[in-house]
């Protein structure tokens, strides 16, 4: 396999991706997909629009964990939850939106940056506690 063919086929799967997240975020909206598969979706398309990543890309293998396992199977779930009909409309929508712009969601960027805030705080806080300083 060459790797023309090679980079060829990651950016078709890159499409369809990009395809299946914008017919969940259109599916999250359609008052015919059930609560539960609602919730998961909001928290799929959130994350994927979020400018900021839970793991950040920076911190080795596990940075791009998110990007290459996470998303895809968050969308594999989400796409079982919601009736197919309403997945193949929502497809064809989102076909006509990828000549747009990627939205970015802010509210999903400012839930990870509070995430991490409490991360940092947690920790702290541990260190604090068990070193005695204060």
Do not use: H, N
Not at 40 to 50: D, E, G, H, P, T
Not at 74 to 100: F, N, R, S
């Amino acid at each position: 396999m060459s790797d023309f063919s090679l980079i060829a086929r990651w950016k078709r799967q890159a499409k369809l991706l990009r395809i299946k997240i914008y017919a969940i975020y259109f599916a999250y909206k359609d008052p015919r997909v059930p609560w539960y598969a609602k919730a998961f979706a909001a928290c799929i398309v959130a994350y994927a629009f979020s400018p900021i990543d839970l793991i950040p890309d920076f911190i080795p293998i596990l940075g791009y964990l998110d990007d290459i396992v996470l998303i895809p199977l968050g969308i594999t779930l989400a796409l079982k939850m919601i009736p197919t009909a309403v997945i193949k409309e929502c497809e064809e929508k989102a076909q006509e939106i990828l000549t747009q712009d990627k939205p970015k969601s802010l509210p999903a960027a400012a839930i990870i940056v509070a995430i991490w805030v409490f991360i940092i705080a947690l920790f702290v806080v541990v260190i604090l506690k068990f070193t005695d300083i204060v």
